[in-house]
């Protein structure tokens, strides 16, 4: 099973990056798929979650309004959408994908917020 994501790099506050993760090795759809995000010292972070039909998702207050979470099950692929970038989402963002007995992580993808 592996999950990578890409899309991570610098922007300037009120930016835009989109994050994707791309799974193999697990049937996609039977897993709720989450993105997590870290910053040095921290817990990690829920930032948002979709249903593996993608019919359901949840967001942190501090994302919401401003991040979108979507998938993709022909592709095997979840996004993130992160729209009007803050300093304080600087972070390394991870892919998670759970299902009744399994998860799964992603390597980690960093995310700079900074002018």
């Known amino acids: 099973v592996q999950l990578v994501e890409s899309g991570g790099g610098l922007v300037q506050p009120g930016g835009s990056l989109r994050l994707s993760c791309a799974a193999s090795?697990?049937?996609?759809?039977?897993?709720?798929m989450k993105w997590y995000r870290q910053t040095p010292g921290k817990k990690r972070e829920l930032v948002a979650t979709?249903?593996?039909?993608?019919?359901?998702?949840n967001y942190a207050d501090s994302v919401k309004g401003r991040f979108t979470i979507s998938r993709d099950n022909a592709k095997n692929t979840v996004y993130l959408q992160m729209n009007s970038l803050k300093l304080e989402d600087t972070a390394v963002y991870y892919c998670?994908?759970?299902?009744?007995?399994?998860?799964?992580w992603g390597q980690g993808t960093q995310v700079t917020v900074s002018s």
């Open positions: 998670n994908a759970v299902a009744v007995r399994y998860e799964y």
């Open positions: 090795g697990v049937t996609f759809s039977r897993y709720n």
């Open positions: 979709i249903t593996g039909a993608g019919d359901s998702t």
